[in-house]
């Protein structure tokens, strides 16, 4: 059984910053596409952030220069570092697996607020 399991999230200030990481078990995420998404109150799940397997890196405008995506294929972990963070970045976020087929974490709150 394959599980995408996500800790990190809470609650903080405006330029404030949080790690969310995202741990599977049953793949090996070696090949797989690992990404960041989010999904604010009454909007669309848009992406945040990828890796590929290479380490190439692809980021939303609204959180270039503030987040960092990162993965340790030793751990099958990703992880996003998320620095400055702003009010409209509160969203649930959710990490996800693409290869062949694409797997969901279990979604994490983040709420940036004063």
């Known amino acids: 059984q394959v599980q995408l399991v996500q800790s990190g999230g809470g609650l903080v200030q405006p330029g404030g910053s949080l790690r969310l990481s995202c741990a599977a078990s049953?793949?090996?995420?070696?090949?797989?596409?690992l990404g960041w998404y989010r999904q604010a109150p009454g909007k669309e799940r848009e992406l945040v952030a990828t890796?590929?397997?290479?380490?190439?890196?692809n980021y939303a405008d609204s959180v270039k220069g503030r987040f960092t995506i990162s993965r340790d294929d030793g751990k099958n972990t990703v992880y996003l570092q998320m620095t400055s963070l702003k009010p409209e970045d509160t969203a649930v976020y959710y990490c996800?697996?693409?290869?062949?087929?694409?797997?969901w974490g279990q979604g994490t709150q983040v709420t940036v607020s004063s």
């Open positions: 049953g793949i090996t995420v070696n090949l797989y596409i």
């Open positions: 996800n697996a693409r290869w062949a087929i694409q797997y």
């Open positions: 890796i590929n397997s290479g380490g190439s890196t």
